[in-house]
């Protein structure tokens, strides 16, 4: 490679495939350098002293291909299409990543942090819909963020999506869905199972919010997804069950107790 004293060089780092994220090192002379999406900018003059420089294909996208790899094997040509299209973004506490009206042009996978999306009913009253966040508990709802119908159809969004911390995410726009579905078979296989998966999240969480009662949510949520209570405060987990905080202090105080133990005592005794 040329290098000219004083100039800006630009460098692409690629990534070898699945099983090889591996370390690019590069000894140079820089006093200068800047990491922009895996390109790698390199400033350098005769008289610094030469320093040695390292630089690999950010690890994140890692749980990506893990999370994919369970659902359909991949190739190479597809993880090269995952990992060119997929973005390492930051978005900081309390931004909104999406909102009600607004059309979903990207899907998140979350490597750290949590979020939650949730809706407004015709009474005006908040329900949470998801929590989004990666831990071993997590499943595909928790793992991706997006109005998903929103992202398939490209009209007007009904959910909105809040960061309730800081946030690492890799994002993938709908571009990048559209320009290689036809292409590469195992994409579209992989996409049609996420598709799947989404129906049958979806179709659970209606019918709970439509058929139980709140304790049989509130029961439900103890037995299928207990590691939320650790995780997030009462007042989203209420609007998930679809109450306010107060009402949900009740349903515990229920299920500890019993109704017959909670009524007041006579006078006197």
């Not at 931004?95 to 059309?103: D, L, P, T, V, Y």
């Not at 987990?237 to 949900?248: H, K, R, T």
């Amino acid at each position: 490679m040329m290098v000219n004293d004083g100039k800006l060089v630009q460098m692409y780092c690629g990534h070898p495939g699945i099983s090889g994220f591996q370390e690019i090192s590069f000894r140079f002379v820089v006093c200068y350098s800047q990491s922009v999406d895996n390109v790698l900018f390199i400033k350098w003059h005769s008289k610094c002293q030469p320093i040695k420089m390292s630089y690999a294909y950010s690890g994140d996208a890692i749980p990506l291909l893990n999370y994919i790899e369970k659902i359909v094997p991949l190739d190479k040509p597809t993880v090269e299409i995952i990992l060119d299209n997929c973005r390492e973004v930051l978005i900081p506490k309390g931004q909104m990543i999406s909102n009600e009206g607004q059309i979903a042009k990207y899907v998140y996978f979350i490597v750290s942090g949590k979020a939650w999306s949730f809706y407004t009913d015709d009474a005006g009253k908040t329900i949470t819909w998801s929590f989004h966040f990666n831990e071993v508990q997590s499943a595909f709802n928790n793992l991706f963020i997006v109005d998903y119908k929103s992202f398939l159809t490209q009209t007007p969004g009904t959910m909105s999506i809040e960061a309730l911390t800081d946030i690492r995410a890799l994002r993938i726009g709908r571009r990048a869905f559209d320009a290689q579905v036809e292409q590469v078979p195992i994409f579209e296989k992989c996409l049609r199972k996420l598709n799947e998966y989404s129906f049958i999240v979806a179709y659970d969480r209606i019918f709970t919010l439509l058929t139980m009662s709140a304790t049989d949510r509130y029961n439900k949520l103890l037995n299928n997804e207990p590691y939320l209570i650790q995780m997030f405060n009462d007042k989203y987990l209420a609007s998930y069950i679809g109450v306010e905080p107060q009402s949900l202090s009740r349903i515990r105080r229920n299920i500890r107790f019993g109704p017959a133990q909670l009524q007041t005592k006579p006078s006197g005794s």
